[in-house]
């Protein structure tokens, strides 16, 4: 089974401060997603890469920025964190072979609050 | 563009009631479409898909067609169990670039 796994299911930061929230998958895929996930609004798309160094732009990705050093991992860092960056992130991946079938698999999400 | 609108919720049904959530979509081209399930604490789950019209997607005892002339995609159930309770996601899926466009999201609660 494809995992995606999380850096931390709980995080509570303070205004101003940089936040990394980390994500790993182990089945080789090179395409990864970051979501955030708030209510009444479903999930919106931050970030996205398909390969190693390389991201593009989602629908929402002002204070945002991301990495992707290795394959397995893609981490979304928020610069200067901020109360409305409150919110469920979730990360998902999926592989090249099935990208024109759109089956991501996701993590099990990381619930930021910043006071 | 493209977009999904679920209807609003919350749905709470009675245990064996018959579900469903409605699901509408605006998309150039030949979309997939999707059901994912995010059950109390946990990550989103794929439920069902289908990726051409007519096409029925179908697990755990829900089922969803592809309908093109009304551009839906409506989940059901015919008899719900309180471990349905969670929150659904249509979801439409561009052909080639893996992206996918999610609804609001619909809660679902199942009293016994």
């Known amino acids: 089974d494809v995992k995606v796994t999380q850096s931390s299911r709980y995080l509570v930061k303070r205004t101003g401060e940089k936040v990394f929230l980390e994500c790993v998958q182990d089945?080789?895929?090179?395409?990864m997603f970051w979501y955030r996930q708030d209510p009444g609004l479903g999930l919106r798309l931050i970030y996205f890469?398909?390969?190693?160094?390389?991201?593009e732009k989602g629908d929402i990705p002002e204070g945002y920025s991301v990495s992707r050093e290795k394959k397995e991992r893609f981490s979304l860092i928020l610069e200067s964190a901020s109360t409305n960056q409150t919110s469920m992130y979730l990360c998902?991946?999926?592989?090249?072979?099935?990208?024109?079938?759109?089956?991501?698999?996701f993590g099990p999400g990381t619930r930021l609050t910043v006071l | 563009g493209n977009s999904v609108t679920q209807m609003e919720g919350p749905v709470t049904l009675s245990e064996e009631a018959f579900l469903t959530i409605n699901c509408t979509y605006t998309?150039?081209?030949?979309?997939?479409l999707f059901w994912y399930v995010q059950y109390p604490g946990e990550g989103l789950q794929l439920l069902l898909k289908?990726?051409?019209?007519?096409d029925k997607g179908s697990n755990k005892g829900f089922e969803a067609t592809y309908r093109k002339e009304t551009t839906s995609f409506h989940l059901e159930k015919g008899s719900v169990q309180v471990s349905d309770s969670a929150v659904y996601f249509c979801?439409?899926?561009?052909?080639?670039?893996?992206?996918?466009?999610f609804g609001q999201g619909t809660t679902l609660q199942v009293k016994p």
């Open positions: 998902a991946s999926i592989g090249a072979s099935r990208r024109n079938y759109n089956e991501q698999f």
């Open positions: 089945m080789d895929h090179e395409n």
């Open positions: 890469s398909y390969d190693v160094k390389m991201k």
């Open positions: 998309a150039t081209g030949y979309p997939s």
């Open positions: 289908a990726t051409k019209a007519d």
């Open positions: 979801a439409l899926g561009s052909s080639n670039t893996g992206k996918l466009i």
